[in-house]
């Protein structure tokens, strides 16, 4: 039997009553008949209270104040869970990553840029090599491939492409690492490339990065004065004195160009028969003009450093280490001994320049 024991108050005629081991709850009366009821009859009802019992019946008051406690204890507990499901959320969920304010790069974020598929910009400089792209040239030499390969030098290694339209280009790849004054080397290559002399070799574009370092120059078919005065006799081409003197007076007027018609005037640092290349009438251009400085290998080098090849270095320059004009005219005065004897300017059996001080 269930329910409250309160509704048997009205059963007046009640003389006998035992409602023992039932599901009844409630306050037991003590009015009417109830009082005379053995407390045996209200046993095993967890839900009665009453004098019988030994104990009061908890006020509505505080019965009230219990069920508010347990809501709010149950609110707390519920309200604490959803905040531990929304911290989980937040950490869990995808998100952006905050702006930084900070623009320093550090050099992992330079290597990550420097190495992604965005192939090196080609600076055109002259309308030859005009609608090409650095992919072109990769292409048409595939990759700078060794059979391509057509001289080397102190500073770089010397590559033939021919272009689109037909005509061939020398590309020289720098050993040198990346410029650290980019800006500084791409204004130099500019003024060199607007440089235009009939005795110079003319800059047609560049391509600066971390890939390769290439200055494109235009094509000499004869190769350099070095190549046709030192060649193996079997390869060596025969230059009859009218040859020489064109080639002398040709590589001076390039070389008084730079000096007296540049601004700023241009000293060159490493005249040598190696710079003097030849086109297919064997006319003198000289080549690295202007750059001798900028792809210097050794980070270490101070402007102090003397730059040259031993046999032309001026022995002023070398002793003083102060660089004008004059060294660039001894270097040349050196390439003319070339000229008239054949000889290198230094190797086992002789040195040009004693050659001529021991001269009496």
């Known amino acids: 039997m269930t329910g409250d024991v309160s509704s048997l108050t009205n059963c007046f005629s009640l003389n006998v009553l035992n409602i023992s081991y039932n599901n009844l709850a409630g306050v037991v009366p003590t009015d009417n008949n109830f009082s005379r009821f053995s407390p045996d009859s ?12 030994g104990s009061s019946c908890p006020s509505s008051s505080h019965a009230k104040r219990f069920s508010v406690s347990r809501a709010v204890i149950l609110g707390i507990a519920i309200g604490g869970f959803a905040i531990l499901l929304l911290i989980l959320a937040a950490a869990c969920w995808p998100h952006s990553p ?10 992992q974020e330079i290597h990550a840029v420097l190495s992604s598929n965005v192939p090196p910009k080609l600076v055109i400089l002259h309308m030859n090599m005009a609608l090409h792209v650095y992919d072109d040239i990769m292409r048409m030499t595939e990759n700078l491939s060794e059979k391509y390969i057509i001289g080397y030098g102190a500073s770089s290694t010397v590559y033939k492409c021919v272009l689109k339209n037909c005509k061939p280009v020398a590309i020289k790849k720098l050993y040198a690492h990346y410029p650290q ?10 003024t ?29 078919e004869s190769g350099s004065l070095w190549d046709v005065l030192h060649a193996p006799s079997s390869k060596k081409t025969k230059l009859d ?14 070389l ?12 060159h640092r490493d005249v ?8 297919k009438d064997y006319v003198a251009h000289l080549a690295d003009f202007g750059i001798a400085k900028s792809v210097c290998i050794s980070k270490t080098h101070t402007s102090t450093y003397v730059m040259g090849t031993i046999g032309y270095i001026d022995p002023e320059y070398a002793r003083t280490s102060r660089l004008n004009e004059k060294s660039d005219v001894y270097s040349y005065g050196i390439v003319l001994l070339e000229l008239l004897t054949g000889k290198k300017p230094v190797d086992n059996e002789c040195n040009l320049h004693h050659l001529v001080t021991n001269f009496h």
């Open 42 to 53: 209200f046993l095993g009802n967890p839900g009665l209270c009453g004098s019988w019992r």
């Open 98 to 107: 905050a702006v930084s304010t900070d623009f320093s790069v550090s050099k």
């Open 181 to 190: 004054s980019v800006k500084e080397f791409e204004t130099e290559l500019e």
């Open 192 to 220: 060199i490339g607007s440089i235009k002399h009939r005795n110079l070799v003319s800059l047609q574009a560049y391509s600066l990065s971390p890939a390769g370092n290439l200055l494109f120059y235009e094509y000499m």
């Open 241 to 254: 004195w009218e040859a020489r003197l064109q080639i002398a007076l040709g590589t001076a007027q390039g």
């Open 256 to 267: 008084a160009y730079l000096h007296h018609d540049c601004s700023p005037r241009i000293i």
């Open 272 to 279: 040598k028969s190696k710079n003097i290349l030849l086109d």
